[in-house]
């Protein structure tokens, strides 16, 4: 091609600046009468919030809204509060039968919908027979029936005793029998603190405070919802936009003036699952191959589970943005206290393993017996977080002479090797039954549950009785007895059936003057659950 | 036999084949997507119950899947799916919970200000290019188009999008970050300028990618016809160079670049799914994607159906504009 390269380049930058140049000059014409947008040009009273996880079937708590507790347009039996403890929302107390199998539960008289008409036990009977029928998200299996004894009685039978069944009481809100159609999860209508005004789905949520709201009226009286993709958001915060935007954690470290960084903590966990059968060639029904001879051993668990340095995992691949993890539930109320050890002790680890005969060999890996202490560490590939997470843990545990192979698949590979490999998972709920399903020897290989087929009869003892039990203190102190009794458990310094290693922190970024209270633990997910103390939102 | 008999016969005929060959099409494209679905790793229940999956029971699960049919086998569900399409029902969305013709109807709605804007301003500044780049060929205005469009042509959309969204939303603050309306504000007080103003920048992006093809097509089409005998000899009778363009070239190039800029449809609803990603517009391109990760088939195969019925459309408006704008092609039978 004949002519000066570079100067064919300059020109094509000059007419590249052109052409946005006069499209600039065109648009910035246009525009320039319509409404300003910047934050501080809003009345004090509104907020622009921008969280991931727009709910597309819309905002029907018996299809699945709100299944984190505090569903914004309507109410709940039962509520957490900032500490996780179980505290009255609409109920004025409940009572579990000696049997277990029916929960009478008493409402308040005085609560009101928003257009108005009074909150009566047949909503809430009406609401959770709904549920029961939707085929949803919303699992109430246990629940027989509900049923509405006069206006603030109502009664729930189950097919067993649950005391798990409380956080149905908790997360599922009461939607009125009288204005309940197919077309209520696009203009849902509650008793929540919040009144919904209008959803421009794909777009943005806009809701009003709802004054007579029994809970007291939100000081915060119009809040926009927006959605919008990651890049946007940032975009939007540094555009003056936006009051609280959700990022993800690799956006924590950005400085936007007028902002301030929030790091509200999770249990929101990752965490390596072991399996616990040696490999006798048996395999599922589907054909996946079970057990693996190398984290069946004992001794190999505890020693990762020691040599592990959670806090250098936190910094280094989190950078600062989350905290060790010692359990499935750390920091929830039927955690226990006992999982946590001091780890990043590769000596002990040592120890441990020598004492269990693991050999140095040749090639610095360890060998029992002619085996190597080698096996898989599979993460998803999509997953950036999970793959740093591998790699930097398989450099910790290689100084004790454990050689974990980080191998990205997709969760198809993963659903058939996830049975005879270290896998890494996160997960983290507000709900105890996580834990009896990722432990619970009788649900060994069922779906995701128990991947690992680890069995415990004692810990498995504990859950059901934890399940099982009436009383909601008893129950968690069995749960927390299944981690460590003393004597065995499910904590990584017993069976080690998992090496937790971190809990991610949910990052938010907050105008500067907002007050959003005390954060309490998140679960699994980002955004909505931000929203439980939305009430106690003010402007400074 | 009249004349105008004959020539009805020959619409007719013309429409038959044009009816016949949109059916094997929407037939073959609606079978492929099932099937593709069908072996695609994503499971929709799972999709669906997705960090809850500890807390779902396979019993619940199979109840979600007995509600979206998805306890049937495969060739009985698309055979109902068909059925029921033939009575005019595309189904229900599994994630939206609403029917799909009304998520389409919705969703394209915000879709079509967007690819409008974008097909035509790509089409007029397109051609003006092609036409200036051909009139003054081998010169530094030529080289200059002939880089700006290579480049662009190797630009991904998404990345111009967000660089378009630094400069004008972020730095210099003069149009909004994204979404198609103000933020909080209720539809009914939404003004036609703060649409306008919402749609610039996503409209932009598409058609700045979109004028390379055209331009390039024009020039080189431009560029043959200047170089013809009949360009010689109109040039041999004293007609200036912008004469000989604008009384031989445009016309001659202006049946090219009509087909290609209605053959660009396809493309168009391409560049509008990465647009609408990257400025949160809530367009079919987004309704579609999310579709697809979600493995919400009667959603998907009605945008299929949507988006091969909107090419197809592209491709036949060309075929009849050839007969109306070119004299020669009226006087043959149609094919």
């Not at chain 2, 919705?106 to 036409?131: D, I, K, N, Q």
Request: include cysteine; hydrophobic fraction near 45%; charge should be negative.
């Amino acid at each position: 091609m004949p002519g000066n390269p570079r100067s064919s380049v300059s020109a094509v930058i000059a007419v590249l600046g052109l052409v946005l140049a006069v499209l600039a000059s065109g648009c910035a014409r246009a525009d320039s009468p319509s409404a300003p947008t910047a934050s501080d040009e809003r009345p004090r009273d509104e907020i622009v919030v921008s969280l991931s996880g727009e709910p597309e079937e819309g905002f029907d708590p018996v299809t699945g809204w709100g299944r984190y507790g505090s569903p914004l347009f309507q109410s709940t039996l039962l509520a957490h509060n900032d500490d996780l403890e179980i505290v009255n929302d609409l109920a004025t107390g409940y009572k579990v039968s000696d049997d277990g199998l029916t929960w009478t539960v008493t409402i308040r008289d005085d609560v009101r919908f928003h257009d108005g008409e009074p909150l009566t036990a047949h909503d809430v009977a009406f609401t959770f027979n709904t549920a029961k029928e939707s085929g949803s998200v919303v699992d109430l299996g246990v629940m027989e029936s509900a049923r509405a004894i006069d206006d603030t009685t109502v009664v729930f039978m189950l097919s067993e005793p649950r005391s798990t069944f409380v956080v149905q009481l908790i997360s599922l809100g009461i939607v009125p029998r009288h204005a309940y159609g197919p077309e209520y999860a696009r203009s849902p209508l509650g008793s929540g603190p919040y009144r919904f005004v209008e959803w421009n789905q794909g777009q943005q949520l806009i809701v009003e405070a709802y004054e007579d709201y029994h809970g007291g009226a939100a000081e915060i009286k119009r809040v926009t919802f927006v959605f919008m993709g990651e890049d946007a958001t940032l975009a939007a915060a540094r555009a003056g936009e936006l009051d609280v935007a959700a990022v993800p954690a690799s956006f924590a470290g950005q400085d936007i003036a007028g902002m301030r960084l929030v790091a509200v903590p999770s249990v929101d966990n990752r965490g390596i699952m072991f399996p616990a059968l040696p490999d006798n060639g048996k395999t599922t029904s589907e054909g996946a191959p079970i057990g693996n001879n190398v984290t069946y051993d004992l001794a190999i668990r505890r020693a990762i589970n020691l040599a592990v340095d959670r806090e250098v995992l936190v910094e280094g691949v989190l950078e600062g943005f989350g905290s060790p993890a010692f359990s499935v539930s750390d920091g929830l109320p039927w955690s226990s206290p006992d999982v946590v050890f001091d780890d990043g002790d590769p000596a002990a680890a040592e120890a441990l393993l020598d004492e269990a005969k693991w050999i140095e060999g040749a090639d610095g890996v360890r060998e029992k017996d002619g085996l190597s202490a080698r096996f898989n560490l599979i993460y998803p590939a999509d997953d950036l977080t999970r793959q740093s997470l591998a790699l930097a843990v398989a450099d910790q545990v290689r100084q004790i002479g454990i050689e974990m192979i980080p191998v990205g698949k997709s969760w198809d590979e993963i659903r058939m090797a996830m049975h005879s490999n270290a896998v890494l998972f996160g997960w983290g709920s507000h709900d105890p039954t996580e834990m009896y399903n990722l432990h619970h020897g009788a649900l060994a290989g069922r779906e995701w549950w128990n991947p690992g087929f680890y069995r415990n009869p004692v810990v498995d003892a504990y859950m059901d009785q934890a399940l099982a039990a009436i009383d909601e203190e008893e129950a968690l102190e069995l749960w927390r007895k299944a981690q460590w009794d003393g004597v065995t458990g499910i904590s990584g310094s017993a069976d080690a059936p998992w090496c937790w290693l971190v809990n991610l922190d949910h990052c938010f970024f907050v105008a500067d003057g907002l007050d959003i209270g005390p954060s309490r633990i998140q679960p699994h997910g980002h955004g909505w659950p931000i929203t439980a103390n939305i009430t106690d939102w003010r402007w400074e | 036999m009249t004349g105008w008999g004959t020539r009805m016969i020959a619409v007719l005929t013309y429409l038959a084949s044009k009816v016949f060959r949109l059916a094997t099409l929407l037939i073959a494209v609606c079978a492929l997507s099932f099937w593709l679905m069908h072996v695609s790793p994503i499971d929709p229940v799972q999709a669906y119950v997705g960090a809850d999956m500890m807390l779902v029971s396979p019993e619940q699960r199979a109840e979600i899947a007995e509600r979206w049919g998805l306890d049937k086998p495969p060739g009985e569900r698309f055979l109902l799916w068909t059925v029921s399409l033939a009575q005019g029902d595309l189904g229900t969305s599994m994630i939206h919970r609403q029917p799909v013709s009304t998520v389409i109807v919705e969703r394209f709605a915000a879709s079509l200000a967007l690819m409008g804007t974008a097909w035509t301003l790509s089409g007029v500044f397109g051609f003006a290019l092609g036409v200036i780049a051909a009139r003054f060929r081998g010169t530094l205005t030529d080289r200059a188009i002939k880089w700006y469009c290579l480049t662009l042509a190797s630009t991904p959309a998404f990345w111009l999008g967000l660089l378009l969204l630094m400069v004008f939303a972020v730095w210099l603050g003069l149009l909004p970050m994204g979404l198609a309306s103000p933020v909080g504000v209720l539809a009914e007080d939404v003004t036609w300028l703060d649409r306008l103003r919402h749609l610039v920048l996503p409209a932009l992006t598409l058609s700045i990618i979109g004028v390379a093809p055209i331009a390039l097509h024009t020039r080189q089409k431009l560029i043959d016809v200047l170089a013809s005998d009949y360009a010689l000899f109109a040039r041999a009778r004293g007609e200036s160079e912008t004469g000989i363009i604008i009384r031989h070239g445009l016309r001659n190039v202006a049946l090219p670049a009509l087909t290609l800029q209605f053959a660009s449809f396809s493309e168009l609803f391409g560049g509008a799914v990465l647009a609408e990603q990257v400025f949160s517009y809530p367009g079919i391109g987004q309704a579609t994607v999310q579709a697809g990760l979600h493995g919400d088939v009667p959603l998907l195969l009605g945008a299929v159906i949507f988006s091969t019925l909107f090419v197809f459309a592209g491709n036949l408006i060309a075929d009849l504009l050839y007969r109306v704008v070119d004299p020669r092609t009226q006087a043959e039978a149609p094919a």
